[in-house]
Structures are given as C-alpha cells and as structure tokens.
C-alpha cells in the first residue's frame, strides 16, 4: 500500500510541478511541460483503479478521485488546444 501510495502521490505532484515549471517558458516549450502533466493524470488514473481494486479505497472515493482527474485532464488538454491556436 505504501509504495501505491507513494507513486499516486508523485505523479499529482508532477502534473502542478509541471505546470509551474513550464508556466515561465515559450509557449511551445510550456505545451510540451503540459503534454507531461496531462500524462500524470493519466498515470494518476491507473493507481487510483489499483488502489480501488485492491480494496484501498472506496468506491466513492474512486469515483470521485476518477471524476477530478478527468476534469483536470479536460483542463490541461484545453490549455495546450490554446496555445496551439497561438502558432
């Protein structure tokens, strides 16, 4: 459970630590910063079904943490969608 856990927690630290860190560059260079956030997400997604299916979490908890990650994934796509409209 720790290491589940531990991988859940890094990979949404790396979806607001790359956004912070490509915020401050080009626009090209701040899409491809938000290509690896949205990535997060996505690996986000896989431990919260691992924790569910191994009985962690609830399945409210899945759910919801499922309807967040999706919701943040729609963001971030959005936001390179603009950028790219910027070219």
Known sequence: MFRLTSQFSRA???????ISEGSAS??????????????SSHECV????KAYLRAYISKEEFESNRAMLTEIGKMISALRRKLNLKK
């Open 12 to 18: 949404a630290d790396s979806i607001a630590a790359n």
């Open 46 to 49: 896989t431990w919260n079904t």
């Open 26 to 39: 080009t626009d090209a260079n701040f899409n491809r910063y938000l290509k690896m956030a949205w990535d």
